[in-house]
């Protein structure tokens, strides 16, 4: 191999898009290896979409990608060498389970390379001893600190010793001590194994001197690559920020030179904000701690912390949205309230994320919020034109605000928070994930509008240099407000490093942080352990296990599930009936005399009809049956029981309200059965035949004597709710992690599609299992209905039922994008099938057309035809053997279905 | 009129967001168009193709002749088995009547010896069952009565009961279903979009960024019952007009206007459920597993399946909490039985109220679920 080969990973000439967007316009770059790699520039220039493209999360669209000397378009080098690289996707705790202790997600890593259990105790210990994770070995990884979230996730990717790090935004949104913390680690961790490459995106420019070699990006290209000291040198700047600026193109760089803010006059009138004694719990856990402060009119206030530190809670609750558990806010004098109104007219809030609705354009978003505040028809298009000419949106006005690239989306929803011209303006994390430009630009605004219309602004933000352009600033950490001042006077307690290190300081004397940490010490010293055989087995296995423990860890859910199921498997049983009462019938008598209320005297005093008042014309008759009065009536004509006597031909009309056709038939059998047995009764009297009728018909009800409906409509619904409610816990299940980022795992781990897919799978087939228990207790013991035929035979049947219902909810889930999607699809597919065309009200033989169709490719009828002769018919496992086939045959179809859709790379 | 301005802004915004929505616009589409039409025009009648065996020991012309009265739609040519194979039919379901035809059974009619034709029903089939046996029996006695009477055994009977049944006297099936399959859509899809709508807004955290504005959570939930209602009303006026009356043509006894007028109040009471579970469940999953719970007894209990009569008497009250029942009654009586507004203004008042029940609970939850404590 000569100097050529020697890189970790080459890519030429790759170009990837979005629709419309393109994201990488032809980058070429080779990796060195064993270094530290840094890839910086702004958001939206393709960083991410190169790192995952490397780390074999993305699909290839054009151009070449080599790493570890292999192409990662070819499937067999990817799966192989998956085993080699780590991936860290951007955003805190992104790949995490959140409800996972820190022992269990790294557990989870473990058993998925195939760890067997001491080594995985022997690694988990390393590791978390190294990062000072131990103490908190059984904390949920969603109570952690954004620090520690990025620890564990570095823990997470170093479990299985790769060749290739590659870390997508590491520190974005971590306080300045864990920051320093996660650099260190990671040179231990080179330290200890030298030929591991690191390569790391990153927006502080800071951070980036640190690294061995670095590419700055822009708009999809490669500006430039080198060390950091040729960097500076190529473009003759003294720090890497300016350097980076010097690179864009020219229209990019600064049009008004380095930030300047003029000095702050003071405004009259008293603090706009006033916070005091603030105190937030949430359950037993602290959010915000007796924080007090004072904010003036028309000043930049700066609020400092890492993710997690309480102030995104303390906007939270100056806005109202969050009432203090202790403690009083004041907003221009008034207190902070939710049903202010008035108050709330001269606030601007931005939120965390910056959450516009994305299906709207710009424009309409900007609309929608004039309206929302009121302006005058008129000035609204003038207000808005002017906004869009400042913001630098005036291109984009018809672009969708989710099409647009972070830094705009910001300055669109900082103009929407704007528009009415508010007095304040509480601007939670404004900057976070923007580039320094974009930031910079932002900025600018924010002094324009403080210097220039006295807006007093409230800003949280993790940039120290950002903090140093606020008037005051406070520093919160872990609920409380640590200190109050304006930058400069922090600064100069902090040494050359300045405010960062104070902040450092501070944050170090509140946590107690010694560092008592320990080297990280020979945690190679092992080999990689070898795939072997039933390493698919394995994997499948640490998939369900972790989805069960997450299962567990959301009672509600599982609550729902099964009190869900027994609830409307009361409310099936003895809601659906077959069996008619209380009929309201009437007569209506024409002819009054001994034989016509003979005849009526068959339809009182039983239990099936109930007599209503008698009718006493036809209008009359007509108007009660369409008022639902009635139901029948028996109307007799005049002359009726002459004619009977005389043994003339007569006849008899019931009028039956057929709307309620299945209520119609009942009755006319009814009617028919009351009709004979008076003509029977007759005949006999009048001696016109011998007592003994011409033919006696005996019915016989097999199965259910009593025929009623409860013993057939037992075992019928557990038919119903076993499809139901697994195939929606299955969809959610999947598409859930889709939307929270932790499929990311499945993309870059060797999980195969049938081990994530089944795995995933396995717990809910479980849970439909107890739950297929408790309704068959249920029907035996509270409805009575004993179980006569092959108990082991049903279980099995229920098994490969609750297989493919699951495996139903992946086809779901694998199709569609989001949860709303999936549940929405889920319920409205699933429903008619399984409680219209599965035999429950009607039999699956009296369909027609297409709904017969859909009946024979749907497993209820199968399941629920097997339930019913296992309880009524005693029916045993040689009898029931072909459905459960039949029923066993839909799972291959379904899952090989959702793993031919199931995609194991993004797009 | 300021909140009436705001409910239309918001409006907009909520359909411009569903317009962008493919996947559910698409399932709004499905439901009211194919999926309504399968539905209805697949049920056929109550009993339809019913499989009858006949074990026929006796092989008369009599016991032909009961044979061929059978005939479709009601039930299927019958066909024949030994005694010894009937246990095993009736067990793995293959058939659903068995008559017994004993030997010497037309003999025995002529000589007045009165035999027994035994029907053995496959009882768990309930509703095959109960209305086959009596169409079964009636068919049979009469092919014997007629046999009978060519035979001169007996008279005429003089009596004659003429069964009519107002509204649907062809006792169509499709009828029914299509009006409970209008409601199970309507029911099901409105509460789905809007509980979703709410869900997903808390989800990207715009709702937090509407209760900051000068707008009342009143204002955002009416905004979302509106919007979500007229889309499903639309497609309402389109299954109506086009599956309804078109396709499955099924004629209209009362005013379409006054059903459309109870379906927009029905629209208001199912949007306002969709509003109460979505500030209920925390999560999608949870909102799924209560959309479970609640739009199933919607559909079984209002009366579409079983009649409300023939529910049990401590379920009934319990219904009258549905606001699908009301639309039952009331869709039924303007649909078959021309029932105008002087008869059918309690449902829709009913309807109304307990929409208006709905949307106070939510309004009183709807905050506290906002900031999620």
Excluded at chain 1, 131 to 143: I, S, V, W
Aim: hydrophobic share 45%; net charge negative; charged share 20%.
């Amino acid at each position: 191999m000569g100097a050529e080969a020697a890189a970790v990973a080459r890519v030429a000439d790759l170009r990837h898009r979005y629709g419309d967007t393109t994201a990488l316009d032809g980058v070429s770059l080779d990796l060195p290896p064993g270094l530290m790699l840094g890839l910086i520039g702004p958001d939206g220039v393709g960083k991410s979409t190169l790192l995952g493209l490397l780390a074999g999360a993305r699909e290839i669209q054009r151009g070449r990608v080599t790493v570890l000397d292999g192409s990662m378009a070819d499937n067999a080098h990817r799966e192989a060498v998956l085993q080699r690289i780590a991936y860290m996707p951007q955003g805190l705790g992104k790949n995490l389970y959140q409800e996972l202790s820190v022992q269990e997600n790294l557990d989870f890593f473990g058993r998925l390379f195939g760890h067997d259990g001491p080594e995985r105790r022997r690694r988990i210990d390393r590791l978390t001893r190294a990062t000072g994770l131990d103490p908190f070995l059984n904390r949920p990884a969603g109570k952690l600190s954004g620090g520690m979230k990025q620890k564990l996730g570095l823990c997470c990717s170093l479990i299985h010793d790769p060749d290739f790090l590659i870390l997508d935004e590491p520190t974005t949104g971590v306080d300045p001590l864990s920051r320093g913390q996660f650099w260190d680690l990671i040179d231990e961790i080179r330290a200890e194994r030298p030929g591991m490459s690191v390569l790391v995106s990153t927006a502080y420019m800071e951070e980036a001197e640190r690294f061995d070699w670095l590419a700055a990006m822009d708009a999809g290209r490669i500006l430039a690559t080198g060390t950091p000291q040729d960097l500076r040198t190529e473009t003759g700047k003294e720090d890497l920020e300016s350097a980076f600026v010097s690179l864009l193109p020219a229209d990019k760089q600064h049009a008004d030179g380095p930030l300047v803010i003029p000095p702050r006059e003071t405004r009259p009138g008293g603090p706009a904000i006033v916070a005091r004694n603030l105190t937030r719990r949430f359950g037993d856990f602290t959010a915000v701690n007796n924080v007090s402060f004072e904010i003036e009119r028309g000043e930049i206030f700066g609020f400092l912390g890492s993710n997690g530190s309480g102030k995104t809670t303390t906007m939270k609750m100056l806005t109202g949205l969050l009432s203090a558990s202790e403690g009083e806010a004041f907003l221009f004098g008034k207190p902070a309230d939710a049903s202010n109104i008035e108050t709330r007219k001269r606030v601007g809030f931005m939120s965390q994320n910056f959450s516009l609705w994305g299906e709207l354009m710009v424009r309409q978003n900007l609309t929608l919020h004039a309206r929302l505040f009121h302006m005058e028809g008129t000035v609204i298009a003038e207000r808005i034109a002017e906004l869009l000419a400042e913001f630098g949106l005036d291109t984009q006005a018809d672009a969708f605000a989710k099409d647009l690239p972070l830094g705009l989306k910001q300055r669109l929803s900082l103009a929407c928070a704007v528009i009415h011209s508010p007095d304040m303006l509480i601007l939670d994390e404004p900057t976070s994930g923007v580039d320094p430009v974009a930031r910079d630009e932002f900025w600018n605004l924010l002094v324009r509008l403080s210097r220039r219309d006295a807006v007093t602004i409230f800003i949280s933000t993790h940039f120290m240099n950002e903090a140093l352009r606020c008037d005051r600033i406070s520093l919160m950490h872990a609920g409380e407000v640590l200190v109050y001042d304006t930058p400069q006077n922090l600064a100069e307690g902090g040494g050359s490093e300045g405010l960062n290190e104070t902040f450092i300081r501070y944050i170090r004397q509140a946590s107690g942080d010694t560092e008592p940490r320990q080297a990280l010490a020979t945690l190679t010293e092992d080999a990689r352990p070898h795939r072997r055989m039933g390493a698919g087995l394995t994997r499948l296995l640490a998939v369900s296990r972790r989805e069960m423990l997450e299962v567990m860890r959301d009672p509600i859910r599982l609550a729902f599930a099964f009190l869900g199921s027994m609830i409307l498997m009361l409310m099936f049983a003895y809601g659906i009936s077959t069996d008619v009462e209380d009929l309201s019938y009437a007569a209506f008598d024409q002819d009054r005399t001994p034989e016509s209320r003979a005849y009526l005297a068959n339809f009182e005093g039983s239990k099936i009809f109930a007599e209503q008042p008698e009718v006493q014309s036809a209008d009359q008759l007509r108007e009660r049956m369409q008022a639902g009065e009635i139901s029948l009536a028996i109307e007799i004509p005049a002359g009726f029981g002459r004619a009977l006597t005389r043994g003339q031909p007569v006849s008899v009309a019931a009028w039956i309200d057929g709307a309620n056709t299945t209520r119609a038939s009942t009755i006319e059998g009814y009617v028919q059965g009351a009709h004979a047995s008076f003509m029977s009764n007759r005949m006999i009297r009048e001696g016109q035949v011998a007592a003994t009728p011409l033919v006696n018909i005996e019915p016989r009800y097999r199965y259910n004597p009593s025929f009623e409906s409860l013993p057939s409509m037992a075992p019928s619904v557990p038919a119903i709710l076993l499809m139901l409610f697994p195939s929606i816990l299955m969809a959610v299940s999947i598409s859930r992690e889709r939307e929270i980022g932790t499929i990311t795992n499945f993309y870059v781990t060797p999980t195969g599609k049938l081990e994530f897919l089944l795995g995933k799978q396995l717990p809910y087939v479980g849970i439909g299992l107890a739950n297929w228990l408790s309704l068959t207790a249920m029907a035996v013991f509270l409805f009575g209905v004993p179980l006569q035929g092959s108990a082991a035979a049903l279980a099995l049947g229920a098994l490969v039922y609750v297989f493919a219902s699951t495996g139903f909810g992946l086809i779901i889930a694998v199709f569609t994008k989001s949860q709303v999607a999936a549940v929405f699809a889920t319920t409205i597919i699933a429903m008619m099938p399984t409680v219209q065309f599965s035999g429950l009200t009607q039999p699956v033989e009296t369909l027609e057309g297409f709904a017969r169709i859909m009946a024979a490719l749907w497993p209820t009828n199968y399941f629920m035809q097997m339930s019913v002769g296992a309880f009524n018919k005693a029916l045993t496992f040689g009898e029931l053997w072909p459905n459960i086939l039949l029923i066993a045959a839909f799972t291959p179809v379904f899952v090989g279905v959702a793993a031919l859709l199931l995609k194991k790379q993004e797009a | 009129m300021r909140w009436g301005l705001n409910i239309f802004w918001l409006m907009g915004k909520e359909l411009r967001v569903l317009w962008r929505d493919l996947v559910l616009l698409l399932l709004v589409v499905y439901s009211f168009g194919p999926g309504m039409y399968i539905e209805s025009s697949g049920a056929g009648e109550a009993i339809n193709n019913t499989a009858v065996t006949f074990v026929d020991e006796d092989r008369s012309s009599l016991s032909r002749a009961l044979q061929t009265a059978l005939y479709p739609p009601y039930f299927l040519p019958p066909n024949e088995a030994g005694p010894d194979e009937v246990e095993r039919m009736l067990d793995w379901g293959e058939t659903t009547f068995v008559v017994v035809v004993p030997a010497g059974f037309e003999a025995d009619v002529r000589a007045g010896r009165s035999p027994t034709l035994q029907v053995n029903i496959d009882a768990t089939k309930t509703m095959q069952a109960s209305i086959g046996t009596g169409y079964l029996t009636s068919i049979l006695s009469g092919e014997v009565q007629r046999f009978a009477a060519r035979a001169d055994l007996v008279e005429k009977p003089p009596l004659d009961l003429v069964v009519r049944r107002a509204y649907n006297p062809a006792g169509n099936n499709v009828w029914l279903s299509a009006i409970s399959g209008l409601l199970n859509q309507l029911s099901m899809l409105t509460i789905v979009l809007t509980g979703a709508a709410l869900i997903r807004e808390r989800e990207h955290g715009t709702i937090e960024h509407l209760l900051v504005m000068p707008i009342s959570a009143f204002e955002i939930a009416l905004a979302k019952i509106f919007a979500n209602s007229l889309v499903i009303f639309i497609a309402f006026v389109f299954a109506l007009f086009v599956i309804v009356q078109g396709a499955l043509d099924i004629p209209f006894a009362g005013s379409e206007a006054l059903l459309i007028a109870g379906t927009v109040i029905y629209l208001f009471a199912a949007a306002s459920i969709g509003i109460l579970l979505g500030i209920l469940a925390r999560t999608m999953a949870q909102f799924a597993l209560l959309i479970m719970l609640v739009i199933m007894p919607i559909m079984i209990l209002s009366g579409g399946m079983t009649p409300i009569e023939s529910q049990p008497i401590w379920l009934q009250p319990l219904t009258f909490l549905l606001p699908s029942r009301h639309y039952m009654e009331f869709a039924q009586a303007i649909t078959y039985r021309g029932a105008d507004l002087a008869i059918v203004w309690p449902s829709f008042l009913w309807t109304f109220l307990l929409g208006a029940l709905f949307l106070g609970v939510s309004l009183i939850l709807f905050r506290r679920s906002v900031s999620g404590g």
